[in-house]
């Protein structure tokens, strides 16, 4: 291995010009530790027999970084990936975020599955900005799924979800007790469903106020009241 070794590759095509800075073997290929600097980005790490390999740096022009184990050139296994909108530490193949992960952002935290770069399977997100949390599947940075919504007043809902509204089966708990089971459609609820309250609420006029306000009077022979 040859120490100090400077290597410049296309010293007249600024757009592809290359340096390498580094140590380098007998037939003077980039092996050991170096630094390669092109006009898009920088590699800095292990090298073997001129390919990028062994734990290393790759930093972007436009400020976004993958570190980890590399092999030829591609990040594979446990790596980190920084960028102007977050972190996430994880899986990686080929470069792209697959496997399980945590990702940190100003707006929320997710801890779970990827596939190609996307939230994708099973999954935990924190919303930061107003304190909700989701438990359950996601799809393609969507979701989509079966998985538990809690607010953060208290409320929570179960059930199927369809880009990131209450979509099919599914059952609410309000914040006063009350529990409505039944379908949703993109959001809303439509079709069948049932509502539970509690026995203290059975007053004069209040059963048929809570029917008026859940549904229309073609669905009401649908509802079942507990």
């Not at 290359?18 to 590699?43: A, C």
């Not at 990827?114 to 997100?125: E, H, W, Y």
């Not at 809690?150 to 309000?174: A, H, L, R, S, T």
Request: proline share 1%; charged share 30%; glycine share 14%.
């Amino acid at each position: 291995v040859f120490e100090n070794q400077i290597r410049i590759k296309n010293p007249d095509d600024e757009e592809n010009l290359e340096i390498y800075k580094g140590e380098t073997n007998m037939n003077n290929l980039k092996h050991g530790f170096g630094t390669l600097t092109t006009p898009r980005y920088v590699l800095k790490g292990n090298w073997r027999n001129d390919q990028f390999t062994g734990w290393g740096r790759k930093s972007m022009r436009n400020g976004d970084t993958l570190e980890g184990k590399f092999i030829n050139g591609e990040l594979n296994g446990k790596g980190i990936f920084k960028n102007k909108d977050g972190t996430y530490v994880g899986d990686f193949e080929n470069s792209v975020r697959s496997g399980k992960g945590e990702l940190t952002t100003k707006n929320y935290h997710y801890v779970g599955d990827f596939k190609n770069n996307k939230l994708n399977g099973i999954g935990i997100i924190d919303f930061l900005t107003d304190g909700h949390r989701y438990e359950g599947q996601f799809e393609k940075n969507e979701i989509t799924g079966k998985g538990v919504y809690k607010w953060k007043n208290g409320e929570i809902y179960e059930g199927q979800m369809k880009k990131g509204k209450m979509d099919g089966y599914g059952k609410y708990i309000f914040e006063d007790g009350k529990i409505y089971e039944g379908e949703y459609v993109n959001g809303i609820k439509q079709g069948r469903g049932k509502v539970i309250v509690l026995l203290f609420c059975f007053k004069t006029g209040f059963i048929a106020d809570l029917f008026d306000d859940l549904m229309d009077e073609e669905d009401k022979k649908d509802w079942i009241m507990e």
